[in-house]
């Protein structure tokens, strides 16, 4: 078994299980997503932290889920978001 250092943190891992989530409450068949960090969905979009944040105040980026203090992203959203920007870029 491997020695933590001490002092080190305790990493903070998400539940590998998949959540259901639905757009609507209407009776359509959920999409499922991850949820996803912060780091994840900028390695994904390729945009800075501060970016991202103020996309999401006016409106242009997928809101995180809050979960107490964690906030994460349903992964489908940002996927979604990037298939749009792509969209865009080839449509014009």
């Known amino acids: 078994m491997k ?8 990493p903070r891992a ?5 959540i259901e989530h639905s757009n609507t409450g209407v009776a359509q068949r959920p999409e499922t997503s ?4 912060l780091p994840e969905v900028i390695a994904l979009c390729g945009l800075a932290r501060s ?9 242009v980026f997928p809101a ?4 107490g ?6 992964e489908h959203e940002v996927h979604q978001w990037i298939e749009d920007r792509i ?4 449509a014009a």
């Open 87 to 90: 969209e865009e870029s080839r």
């Open 34 to 37: 991850r949820l996803i960090r």
């Open 51 to 59: 970016t991202i944040y103020r996309d999401i105040r006016n409106g």
């Open 69 to 74: 203090r964690l906030s994460v992203w349903l």
């Open 3 to 10: 020695q933590r250092s001490p002092g080190a943190a305790t």
């Open 14 to 18: 998400l539940p590998s299980d998949i």
């Open 64 to 67: 995180p889920v809050k979960l």
